[in-house]
């Protein structure tokens, strides 16, 4: 493990650049699957095209498709845009499904009630709607941030930097623990981010964790019931 201490400079910088190639595409996936998810939930008609256009978009693969976007875009191969654009479709895939999902799972009586206290659609849905759905939206998020942390590995096989090169220089080299420290680094980075997306939905969602409380005291309660 000597390799790992003499260099611990280059997997935390290494370190840095796969943060900020993952949580970009995290956040611009998130963003345009709302608007995308809300489509998908709203017409019946389109909303089976939508999942499946989005859906097929994670069945790309992902040398290919870090192959085709420099010649669309106009970009270089190596161009850590590449990657992130890249990702941010690969998130959009995954996304979409989850915030339609959670737009569905919200309770019809509880968006009639809103409407009968005045709520138009606007503000319906960013007081009501997508709240209610957010425990199901986070799910898939962290899901979503899971799998982009991971994919971005793959941006070294066109010459991205991040902490793939640690895998393809190790299994080069022949040096293993570069490639364990590797996958250390990414398993670290994602169960850090996806702690952080937990945080954050308890404070945006105390609702949800108390509702969770109160249906494990009813479950509690009903055994008891059934025991006696």
Known sequence: M????DNIGLILSLSLEHIRQSIIPIVLGFVISVPLGWVAW?????????????????????????????????????????VMVALTIYAVALMVRAVADGLNSVDEDVRLASAAMG???????????????GPVVLAGLRVTAASTIALATVGILVGVTNLGYLFTNGLQRRIIPEVLSGIVAVVVIALI????????????????????????RVQVGLGAEAAA
């Open 119 to 133: 709520y138009g659609p606007v503000r319906r849905f960013w007081a009501v709607d997508f709240p209610l759905a």
């Open 2 to 5: 000597s390799w790992i201490s």
């Open 193 to 216: 981010v996806d702690v952080i997306l937990v945080i954050i939905g308890r404070l945006l969602m105390p609702w949800a964790r108390a509702s969770r409380r109160r249906r494990g």
């Open 42 to 82: 709203r017409f019946r008609l389109v909303r089976g095209t939508i999942l499946v256009v989005t859906g097929l978009l994670y069945t790309i693969p992902s040398l290919a498709l870090l192959s085709l976007l420099p010649v669309i875009l106009g970009i270089s191969y190596i161009d850590p845009v590449n």
